[in-house]
């Protein structure tokens, strides 16, 4: 297995574009999860879904930023406008069932900076 | 919000040396896990130990998990140059999510 693929691996992006994160998570891992690094805040969950389906999208800050899995292979994070406070490192993450009994595998990241 | 806090916030030693990090969290967890990230990259799971275990290990890895004192340490055994990275302790409770600390930047010399 290739592991999580992420992509694009960097993005530059202006102030007030839309930018979209993409992410293919392990074939067969039911559990799928977007986290942001930043040296000040550390890595946060933003959202993560469950076969699919959102199922906790607490950490997600703000209505510009949004997330899908429109099937078991594929996860968009997207922000519109996208703010040079934005500008951090987005990880996707796969697991089977969750964590409670395994790890996660996380992707190489997409390092986002908004200028 | 961070559950772990990990200790030391970096550690610089000699190649064979033994490395030990400290994890301390707030609340009831379900595991703990352990990672590492190489500069640049994804973080790599390490190890998971649960709730009603007190000690494992895994190649030169042990950690060990006091949920009396909600703490937790992962000792690395003879270091190797290779070993140079920063390490996460995550913390899994009811609630379904895996939250990390802040980490500690290991340094091994050769």
């Known amino acids: 297995d290739a592991g999580v693929i992420q992509s694009p691996r960097h993005e530059v992006t202006e102030m007030g574009q839309e930018v979209t994160l993409r992410c293919k998570p392990i074939?067969?891992?039911?559990?799928l999860f977007w986290y942001r690094q930043t040296m000040m805040r550390g890595l946060e969950l933003l959202i993560y879904f469950n076969n699919n389906v959102p199922i906790d999208d607490s950490g997600m800050p703000e209505d510009r930023f949004s997330a899908k899995m429109p099937n078991a292979s594929f996860s968009t994070l997207k922000i519109q406008p996208s703010e040079p406070r934005d500008s951090a490192v987005y990880f996707c993450?796969?697991?089977?069932?969750?964590?409670?009994?395994?790890?996660?595998?996380f992707g190489s990241g997409t390092r986002l900076t908004v200028v | 919000s961070q559950q772990g806090e990990e200790d030391p916030q970096a550690l610089s030693i000699q190649e064979g040396e033994n490395a030990t990090m400290n994890c301390s969290y707030k609340t009831s967890i379900n595991n703990l896990q352990w990672y590492r990230q190489n500069s640049g990259r994804g973080l790599v799971h390490l190890i998971l130990?649960?709730?009603?275990?007190r000690e494992k290990h895994s190649g030169r890895l042990r950690v060990t998990l006091d949920t009396s004192k909600k703490s937790s340490s992962l000792l690395i055994t003879a270091s190797r140059a290779a070993d140079t990275a920063s390490y996460f302790c995550?913390?899994?409770?009811?609630?379904?999510?895996?939250?990390f600390g802040q980490g500690t930047e290991l340094s091994v010399k050769p």
């Open positions: 074939s067969g891992h039911n559990s």
């Open positions: 130990i649960r709730s009603n275990e």
């Open positions: 993450a796969s697991s089977l069932g969750g964590s409670a009994n395994y790890g996660y595998t």
């Open positions: 995550a913390t899994y409770n009811q609630g379904g999510k895996l939250i």
